[in-house]
């Protein structure tokens, strides 16, 4: 991936939300102006243009910086390393309890360096937790259980740019890990489902207890019950996820990643019959709780991240994932950092892994960046258009609905040429 500010890059095919299109588009002077476009199949190494930027909706590290500890992020930075690497950057935070207040004062100065049109490339901020019921990767000192008052705080970080929240559906369970902390004063999942959702945060699921999983399923549907009776202020899409497959109850292996899991995978996946996975029996197929986040995406009613690092997650199960959910419903999430740390934790690599490991083996985070993940949804044969939705057109319409990507001119977007080689127009 390279970068283009100021030459002129055209191109007879065009990728947007609506599909693939044939018609002269000319990136000139900062815009990208398409013209008269008909709708046409992408020939196989023709090049074409796009209006948007992959964007990084859930990663831990750019660069040398590290987003564990926001007091320590220097956010210019991050928005550089953005546009060097041609991407829209959501930093994904995590947060202790006795730093909550240092947080909102974080986010009041997001706000205003946003308002004053600085950080272009870093458009909203995230946070991983605290309402946890498995924490897995995830520091266990960012898990906690707030109060009602912790939570007003929380969601009153939404209009100053937090876009979602990584909370458990089943917290609130007596299977959770947090259930010691709870008492008859902690709010509903309801009542936080609401207040989130009325400030525009959006509740990203993820980290389920492995206990009951019919119950996690169940408190999913609480989640989209609440969300979609909640009023919102935006126009995108109101419940995400954390990773599809990861730390959740399954009835698969989704993932091989040593060299001994490796020689049983071809085993496995054969005997999973990948091909008659459906939406209907997918509960008896994959388990309950996966089986309702891809209802959920397919309907439209969840946007669903999903790593395409071959690690998280096994090539063969993402891409079916993919084809039954719909490409227009899920994004590509790398879950990287870029240093050896986070929250504090020295990290490790294994043998023959891109992933980083905290001690006892847990995975931490991923590596690869965003155009590695790209080129490994192309060699697994998935469309460009569909590439597209996966790694930029359904986080714009999640998180951005307010960017038209079907206007005259744009100022932001990206060349492909035949070799397929991806070169950002900022």
């Known amino acids: 991936m390279s970068n283009s500010l100021a030459s002129t890059w055209s191109a007879n095919a065009w990728i947007d939300p609506r599909g693939t299109f044939s018609g002269p588009v000319q990136h000139k002077d900062g ?64 947060l202790r309890q006795e730093r909550l207040d240092g947080f909102v004062e974080f986010m009041r100065g997001f706000a205003a360096l946003k308002a004053d049109g600085k950080l272009p490339f870093v458009p909203a901020i995230a946070l991983e937790g605290p309402l946890v019921a498995s924490f897995g990767g995830t520091p266990a000192s960012s898990v906690w259980a707030p109060s009602k008052e912790e939570w007003e705080k929380l969601a009153g970080c939404g209009p100053l740019g937090l876009v979602y929240i990584m909370l458990s559906p089943d917290a609130l369970q007596s299977s959770s890990y947090l259930a010691a902390q709870f008492t008859p004063d902690h709010p509903s999942l309801e009542w936080i489902v609401t207040r989130l959702v009325e400030n525009g945060v959006r509740p990203a699921l993820g980290h389920f207890a492995k206990e009951d999983p019919q119950l996690g399923a169940d408190c999913i549907d609480e989640v989209l019950a609440a969300a979609e009776a909640a009023e919102c202020p935006h126009d995108g899409v109101r419940v995400v996820t954390d990773h599809l497959f990861n730390e959740m109850p399954l009835l698969i292996k989704h993932a091989f990643r040593t060299s001994k899991a490796r020689a049983n995978r071809d085993a496995l996946l054969a005997g999973y019959d990948l091909p008659s996975w459906n939406l209907a029996d997918l509960h008896e197929q994959v388990g309950p709780v996966p089986a309702a986040i891809m209802r959920g995406a397919h309907a439209g009613r969840i946007a669903a991240c999903l790593n395409f690092d071959g690690e998280h997650v096994d090539f063969a199960i993402a891409k079916r994932a993919i084809e039954i959910v719909g490409p227009q419903n899920m994004m ?95």
């Open 31 to 94: 815009l990208i102006t398409p013209g008269s476009l008909t709708a046409a199949p992408l020939g196989e190494n023709e090049p074409y243009l796009v209006p948007s930027l992959p964007v990084e909706v859930h990663c831990h590290g750019l660069g040398s910086v590290d987003f564990s500890n926001f007091a320590e992020i220097d956010l210019f930075e991050v928005d550089k390393h953005a546009a060097s690497e041609g991407l829209l950057c959501i930093p994904t935070l995590y």
């Open 332 to 426: 590509l999430m790398t879950d990287r950092s870029d240093v050896a740390r986070l929250a504090g934790q020295d990290l490790h690599q294994e043998p023959g892994s891109d992933l980083w490991y905290q001690e006892q083996g847990v995975v931490a985070a991923g590596t690869q960046p965003i155009d590695q993940q790209i080129a490994n949804v192309r060699a697994l044969g998935v469309p460009e258009a569909d590439i597209w939705h996966l790694v930029s057109f359904t986080a714009y319409r999640t998180f951005f609905p307010e960017l038209d990507l079907a206007a005259d001119r744009f100022g932001k977007g990206c060349h492909v040429d035949s070799e397929r080689q991806r070169r950002a127009l900022i």
